[in-house]
């Protein structure tokens, strides 16, 4: 039976003695008296409190005690002691009992929503996925259920339609709304060789595009299996919680008995009282709350994250981040955007890119793409050439326009083609680091387009946020030094480190680890092993799957300033455990003397009901602190500085 069920059944049979109790000061009896009461609360230990019974015996065997121990001993006591003092026509209190079952369900019932809640947070983001899917099959498409999309299938999309499975762009172009699954709040235009994702909203145009994933192996599924391991996960902080419970539960016993035995042989106080503070210390002091700290916060925090396209993957990392102190990244498709790119044009922008994308028109090289991309940004279409001749280790020359032009390096030209000018620029950029391209025409150099691997946009925001939160920030890369050092002039990097062989990334990683935590941001292959011996791995959501598999965040969004933000909310989530933490404990520390009749001088005692009532409310506590993480604010360093 669900805890659900079980919280009813004991709430409809307990109720009847609650009105019994509120109707005594008026003389109003319980029909029945004594007996009616029995019946009750034994249907109530029966079918609501057994399972408590029976974990506390399972645990009894293996020679330990957990927290059903002590609600089990606790009701067990109330109920027997209740059974004798009948048969002696003493006092009974059945309804303590009933009444404990009920609020210590209470409090399980809150948690288990709570449970509820995250879990349905999950499978909504499965829900977005479309029902069915419009497939190319024998010349026409045809509308067919998802289930039946298969590999290299065609699928049109048109708009407002949702993208049904992950793929590629094949013909056509169109603004993707991607929100639901990489939380990136502006729309993403997608055009021919773009990547798409199931479950993103199409917004203006129709597209046609190539399956390259179903089922199991699309984003939106595989987010949410990292999603549901990371809520089902525990932080290294929950073995001190649970070492802590296997002590606590044996000298809250022991408690209990001492309590019933002063109260009772030195005291001088009625069984059945002696009995009242001792069933009160052992239900007060159940360390529910203790058990709901870490789960929950963590159940809500990697839920959040994966709102915000930053997918936490277990309650290790959460717990990590808290002590690290240098940040390490890869540069090219990290810091970079991992391809080269037009930075700087001198000269007649357009006749220099027109001139250099007419000549490179043919080439495969990734400068001349750089270049090709320029011209078509600008809207330039490249002009016919005749007399193509590549100048081994220089460049090209050809004719067009009935002209001789030619592309290359310095070493295509002489000096007195060369103005002053375009020297002191061509230096300049050298010295940025850009590798500069020399664009003439009829003899005469007419401009410079440098290129470059250019820093994200948003790159030196990010940096700039981690050293405000106090971090060491260290750049990794193969590149040589020149480039490496002018990427981090750039970006705000403290520490560069040129040169690196693949291989050696990990042992770079593993050095700085000597003085302190390291975190370690890459997305490429090569950057795997790093992932996973830094302290804490961060894969860009656009890398390799190996470099996703290793690292312990992703981002989905392959935003740099995702790294502050993800360490922003594994900090918040690990410290709200810490605080629900705090709470649990100081609520056992106060309620147990409480209970135990410290205080009855002054006439401040709790009933077993009472008891469990406040552990129901201590537990609630714990799962609405949890909750909150919901509404704390997650914002940049930078932002707030």
């Not at 060789?193 to 984003?219: C, P, W, Y």
């Not at 997918?311 to 981040?321: P, R, T, W, Y």
């Not at 930075?343 to 001139?355: F, K």
């Not at 700085?512 to 790093?530: L, M």
Request: proline share 3%; charged share 15%.
């Amino acid at each position: 039976m669900s805890i659900t069920k079980r919280f009813w059944v004991s709430l409809i049979f307990s109720l009847p003695m609650l009105a019994g109790m509120i109707g005594m000061p008026f003389g109003w009896m319980l029909p029945g008296g004594d007996w009616t009461q029995l019946i009750l609360t034994t249907i109530v230990m029966l079918v609501s409190a057994r399972p408590f019974w029976q974990s506390a015996w399972a645990s009894f065997t293996k020679h330990h005690a957990n927290m059903d121990t002590l609600v089990a001993i606790g009701t067990a006591t109330a109920y027997v002691y209740s059974l004798y003092a009948m048969i002696t026509h003493q006092a009974v209190f059945f309804e303590s009992a009933a009444f404990v079952t009920t609020f210590v369900l209470l409090g399980q019932v809150f948690e288990e929503r709570m449970r509820n809640n995250s879990a349905n947070a999950v499978e909504k983001l499965m829900n977005l996925q479309a029902k069915d899917a419009e497939v190319l099959r024998d010349g026409d498409f045809v509308r067919v259920p998802i289930a039946d999309v298969q590999l290299g299938d065609i699928v049109r999309v048109k708009p407002g339609q949702k993208v049904p499975v992950d793929g590629v762009i094949t013909a056509g172009s169109s603004s993707v709304d991607e929100s639901m699954v990489t939380g990136e709040s502006m729309p993403v235009e997608k055009h021919v060789d773009d990547a798409v994702i199931g479950a993103t909203l199409n917004s203006t145009g129709t597209f046609q595009f190539r399956v390259n994933q179903v089922g199991e192996k699309t984003m939106l599924s595989q987010i949410v299996e990292l999603v549901k391991k990371a809520q089902n996960s525990h932080a290294p902080i929950q073995k001190l919680t649970d070492k802590v419970s296997d002590i606590f539960v044996p000298v809250v016993l022991n408690l209990a008995i001492v309590t019933f035995l002063i109260w009772y042989v030195f005291l001088g106080a009625s069984l059945a009282n002696a009995l009242i503070f001792a069933v009160s210390v052992v239900v007060i002091a159940c360390p529910c709350a203790l058990g709901l700290a870490t789960p929950t916060a963590l159940m809500v925090g990697t839920g959040r994250g994966a709102k915000m396209g930053i997918l936490i993957k277990n309650g290790e990392v959460l717990e990590a981040v808290n002590d690290v102190d240098t940040v390490i990244f890869d540069k090219t498709g990290t810091i970079t955007v991992g391809q080269p790119q037009v930075t700087d044009v001198v000269g007649d922008e357009a006749q220099v890119v027109q001139v250099a994308a007419s000549l490179e028109a043919a080439s495969e090289h990734p400068l001349a793409a750089a270049i090709l991309a320029r011209a078509k940004a600008l809207n330039l279409t490249p002009i016919e050439t005749t007399a193509f001749r590549a100048v081994e280790g220089k460049g090209v020359t050809a004719q067009l326009n009935g002209q001789t032009g030619f592309v290359g390096n310095q070493k295509m030209v002489t000096d007195d083609q060369l103005s002053a000018t375009l020297k002191r620029e061509m230096v300049r950029l050298q010295n940025e680091a850009k590798t500069v391209v020399l664009v003439g025409l009829a003899d005469q150099v007419i401009g410079l387009v440098a290129i470059q691997d250019a820093p994200k946009t948003t790159s030196r925001e990010a940096i700039a946020a981690l050293k405000a939160r106090g971090l060491k920030t260290v750049m990794l890369t193969g590149d040589n030094q020149r480039v490496a050092e002018a990427v981090a002039q750039q970006v705000g990097i403290d520490d560069v480190i040129a040169d690196v062989l693949p291989g050696d990334k990990a042992d770079w990683v593993h050095q700085h680890q000597q003085t302190g935590k390291v975190a370690f941001v890459g997305d490429g292959i090569n950057d795997a092993p790093a992932l996973t011996t830094a302290d804490v791995g961060i894969a860009m959501g656009s890398g390799t799957d190996i470099a996703i598999d290793s690292g312990g965040i992703v981002l989905m969004k392959n935003d740099l300033r995702d790294v502050d933000r993800a360490l922003a909310l594994s900090q918040k989530t690990f410290n709200r455990i810490k605080l629900n933490l705090f709470w649990a404990f100081v609520y056992n520390v106060l309620g147990i003397p409480v209970a135990a009749g410290v205080f009855f001088a002054i006439g401040l005692t709790l009933s077993p009901e009472l008891a469990g009532l406040a552990m129901a409310f201590s537990s609630l506590s714990v799962v609405t602190s949890s909750v909150l993480l919901n509404k704390a604010k997650i914002t940049s360093k930078v932002a707030t500085a």
